[in-house]
């Protein structure tokens, strides 16, 4: 061995050959921090020294490649002053450089993942070999920058400018078979075989089978493109990412003005440019907020996988109540793995539950991603049934019937009555106290909230609400089992609203607020959007359903009437006694058309107007950043409140919840972010 690092290692092999091997000491993944980047430029120092050299292997002896930069130094490392982290880049760019530059043939082998700075180090060698399992990208848009350490330059000229702009402006990983297709990887084969097809490959090499300097000039050089074909490639682009991106994410944009600017360059002065780049998005509040979230869902995770140590296996589920929400959980359920009955009592609304299951898979088949084979066997893991002897054997049993406290308590008394003794109760409710609906069974340990969020397939987020007598091991368990399908749980603890319906309606009221004070509700839905939302609230309150907005506007209002009342009339009474309960009925704030592709569309109708004017004085004008205040001031005060009360444990849980229980926008963060 040439060189015996905490993270790498310098192994000669056969005819002259160097294995770079990644084996990061004492963590289960390799990750590029600064350490290991100091020790790589220690580590081809001494490859570069090596009299004997004739080609070049850099594998990894981990699961996966590479899993890409430690994003935990990002933070402190992108405050810093520019000229630090310039010098910074400019040394890793030089590592990276050697390895490119080093006069003999360079191969990279790559398991499992290799993305971000990993797939960077393995665009600086001449040849990829991929596992059939691998992936590679370079997911940076995700975090508001772009690649840092040459990927955005070397990319285009392995794969060509619309395939990296592509890969990069998307930030999704791509599958070995696509890697090869396009030329970023060089040969796919089963894991087994990999190092000796790597070795084997790098041998042609050395016999001169392959000229592999073509493949070093080749990104060593300009863009091998006309320049009026580069001009129709970029300008295209950046209508089709721009309308992908929008405003907020700067990112996106700038690896098209990036790859611009350095299409006709070399390597040494289009680094320049990528690294310029980097740095100015590297300082953006977007980006700083994008870290946090990636910084905070891997917190998410942490907690997760730490309650599923305890938890109890789940091998069979039941729903309870088959209407679109019941439908939508049972097709989670068994989609993951987990077989399930789905009970009502009526006959109609089991056809509808199983109707939602099979819509969903359904989409999946057309899309691409399920074959028909595979939806038979989901589909048939589903069990409808009328009869509630049928659930006897359930592991656990989610309740998800009819929004009214008192029908709850009473099918959860009797699922308590059928079920095994150490069965775990659920139920999903979005307002009713979890310690109310204990109060209906012997066992309240065994049972808490679990919040789905519609549409069920789409949202990430699952509250489990604990109550007052919940255990511990029934949490555990149900956090668990919400992981298992393919959500991301997050713990609250048991109040009016729990946490995001809490933190959702006193935005809500602000809005009903600035209605009353002559606001213009379209004029609201535009700022509110332009400001990030994926929808005004107005149009949100059409979503979610009037009727159930007014229900929940109603429990908030019992629960904190210090500053949720609101006195009179609001616009939401006005539509809620009309009978516009939004797109479920067609009309609400707005009325609803099918569009081309069968989906609700909004448009806006006069009719609405004497509803208004029963509420408003007289209409009012507004400046936009008044609007943003009154809606988000209360928001972000009463996030506060539940961290302060301990409704939700931390701020990272919480900034989490509000993104994928709301969508609240991505590059402000979160509530507690935002402020």
């Known amino acids: 061995m040439l060189f015996d690092g905490d993270f790498f290692q310098v192994i000669p092999r056969d005819q002259g050959i160097i294995d770079l091997v990644f084996n990061t000491k004492n963590n289960k993944v390799n990750i590029l921090s600064l350490a290991a980047l100091n020790e790589l430029g220690q580590a081809v120092k001494t ?45 890793v760019h030089g590592i990276f450089n050697s390895i490119e530059d080093l006069p003999v043939p360079t191969v990279t082998a790559i398991q499992g993942e290799a993305l971000g700075g990993g797939c960077e180090l393995a665009l600086t060698t001449d040849y990829r070999v991929m596992a059939t399992n691998a992936t590679i990208g370079l997911p940076e848009v995700n975090l ?75 990104k060593k050089g300009p863009l091998r493109l006309r320049p009026i074909e580069a001009a129709m490639a ?68 942490k907690i997760t996988a730490q309650a599923t140590k305890s938890a109890r296996p789940i091998k069979q589920a039941t729903v309870l109540g088959a209407g679109i929400m019941g439908g939508g959980i049972a097709y989670q359920s068994a989609c993951k793995g987990t077989p399930v009955t789905l009970k009502d009592i009526d006959e109609k609304a089991l056809k509808l539950g199983m109707s939602e299951a099979a819509k969903q898979l359904n989409k999946r088949v057309e899309r691409g991603h399920m074959q028909p084979l595979e939806m038979a066997e989901i589909i048939g893991s589903i069990k409808p049934t009328l009869n509630m002897a049928d659930i006897s054997t359930a592991d656990i ?39 109310k609906l204990a109060s209906s069974l012997k066992k309240p340990k065994r049972f808490c909230g679990m919040h789905f969020f519609n549409p069920v397939p789409v949202m990430p987020l699952v509250e489990v609400i604990r109550g007052e007598k919940t255990s511990e091991d029934t949490v555990n368990t149900v956090v668990a089992c919400a992981a298992n399908m393919g959500k991301s749980p997050v713990v609250v603890n048991d109040c009016p609203g729990f946490f995001v319906n809490r933190i959702l309606f006193p935005y809500l009221l602000g809005f009903n607020l600035l209605v009353r004070d002559g606001a213009d ?43 949720m009342k609101f006195d009179g009339e609001s616009i939401l009474d006005q539509l809620y006694q009309a009978e516009r309960f939004g797109q479920k009925n067609g009309k609400g704030f707005y009325y609803y058309e099918q569009d081309k592709k069968g989906r609700p569309a909004k448009v806006y109708n006069e009719d609405v107007e004497p509803l208004v004017k029963a509420v408003q004085a007289k209409p009012g ?19 506060v409140r539940c961290l302060e009360e301990g ?26 972010r935002y402020i």
């Open 647 to 672: 409704i939700i444990a931390s701020a990272a849980e919480a900034d989490m919840a509000l993104v994928m229980g709301i969508g609240f926008p991505q590059f402000r963060g979160g509530a507690l």
């Open 234 to 301: 970029f300008e295209t682009a950046r209508g089709m990412i721009f309308k992908a991106a929008g405003p907020h994410y700067p990112a996106p944009m700038a690896l098209v003005d990036t790859l611009e600017k350095a299409c006709f360059l070399g390597r040494d002065e289009a680094i320049q440019v990528e690294m310029e780049t980097f740095i100015k998005l590297s300082k953006t509040d977007v980006s700083t907020s994008l870290i946090g979230l990636f910084l905070n869902s891997q917190s998410l995770k």
């Open 397 to 435: 049993v989610i309740e998800a019937v009819v929004e009214n406290p008192k029908v709850k308590m009473g099918v959860l008394a009797e699922v308590e009555k059928v079920v095994g003794d150490e069965a775990i109760i659920t139920s999903n409710t979005s307002t009713i106290s979890i310690d």
């Open 521 to 563: 509700f379209r004029q609201v839905d535009q700022v509110m959007e332009q400001f990030g939302w994926p929808m005004g609230p107005a149009y949100l309150q059409d979503v979610i359903g009037i009727d159930t907005c007014h229900h929940a506007i109603e429990v908030m209002e019992q629960g904190y009437p210090d500053r």
């Open 144 to 218: 508001g920058i772009i690649p840092g350490l040459g990927g955005s330059i070397r990319l285009p000229r392995l794969i060509g400018t619309e395939n990296a702009l592509e890969w990069m402006a998307k930030g999704k990983p791509q599958q070995a078979d696509v890697a090869l297709k396009v030329g970023a990887a060089d040969a796919v084969v089963e894991e087994q075989d990999l190092r000796d097809s790597a070795l084997d490959l790098l041998a042609r090499c050395i016999k001169g089978e392959f000229v592999y300097n073509d493949r070093k000039n080749l």
């Open 621 to 639: 004008e507004f400046d936009k950043n008044d609007v943003i205040a009154r809606l988000m001031v209360p928001m972000c005060l009463e996030t």
């Open 47 to 91: 490859i570069e020294a090596h009299a004997g050299l004739a080609g070049l292997l850099i594998s990894s002896e981990k699961d996966a490649f590479i899993l890409g930069a430690d994003i935990t130094e990002f933070i402190g490392l992108f405050s810093s002053p520019e000229a630090q982290l310039k010098e910074q880049l400019h040394r």
